[in-house]
T-cell receptor, first 113, second 113 residues
Framework: GQNIDQPTEMTATEGAIVQINCTYQ??????LFWYQQHAGEAPTFLSY??LDGLEEKGRFSSFLSRSKGYSYLLLKELQMKDSASYLC??????????????WGLGTSLAVNP | EAQVTQNPRYLITVTGKKLTVTCSQN?????MSWYRQDPGLGLRQIYY???????DKGDVPEGYKVSRKEKRNFPLILESPSPNQTSLYFC????????????FGPGTRLTVL
């Protein structure tokens, strides 16, 4: 079956670093996405990985290991505004014409002062 | 400004009263989809559209209809809403390319009494 696992909740302190993990089991793989979603708002795109390794974008980095079915999102120099849900999503290459993503349930991150 | 718009943002209605949630994008994207988001269930795709006049079912299509008469618009129709369709709905538009980034509308919070 198709499955994406991420921790439900995490807490961190302002200025610190936090790593949010995502493991996936899908019939195919054609890219992994991270989205940020503030409460009551729409998800917004953060990062995309299709090859193994680390992609860095400012304070945010995302890592992928296809052999392990594993990714993480690294947030540095945490700010209060980073308090949000972080969604991991995988595009299954066998989805045919449907550019459907398989979504995790999200990790709710609380950043405390 | 590139964006996806949805209307209405909030709607309270009664069982059986037909309603339409509009979605429009100004990015000339071919691929659009509708999701619902429920606590503990995450984002689930309702319908998607590859292009004008091309639509297909997602994971949870029962009780919904869509149409795609123009590239920019992708309305979601609930012919006879029921309380189990109370949810947060998102329209998304996808820029097709290497990353297939999805751009989400602001969401429509629907309550069916």
């Amino acid at each position: 079956g198709q499955n994406i696992d991420q921790p439900t909740e995490m807490t961190a302190t302002e200025g610190a670093i936090v790593q949010i993990n995502c493991t996936y089991q899908t019939s195919g793989f054609n890219g992994l996405f991270w989205y940020q979603q503030h409460a009551g708002e729409a998800p917004t795109f953060l990062s995309y990985n299709v090859l193994d390794g680390l992609e860095e974008k400012g304070r945010f980095s995302s890592f992928l290991s296809r052999s392990k079915g594993y990714s993480y999102l690294l947030l540095k120099e945490l700010q209060m505004k980073d308090s949000a849900s972080y969604l991991c999503a995988v595009r299954d290459q066998w989805a045919g014409n449907n550019r459907k993503l398989i979504w995790g349930l999200g990790t709710s991150l609380a950043v405390n002062p | 400004e590139a964006q996806v718009t949805q209307n209405p943002r909030y709607l309270i209605t009664v069982t059986g009263k037909k309603l339409t949630v509009t979605c429009s994008q100004n990015m000339n994207h071919e691929y659009m989809s509708w999701y619902r988001q429920d606590p503990g269930l995450g984002l689930r795709q309702i319908y998607y559209s590859m292009n004008v006049e091309v639509t297909d079912k997602g994971d949870v299509p029962e009780g919904y209809k869509v149409s795609r008469k123009e590239k920019r618009n992708f309305p979601l129709i609930l012919e006879s809403p029921s309380p189990n369709q109370t949810s947060l709905y998102f329209c998304a538009s996808t820029r097709q390319g290497a990353t297939d980034t999805q751009y989400f509308g602001p969401g429509t919070r629907l309550t069916v009494l």
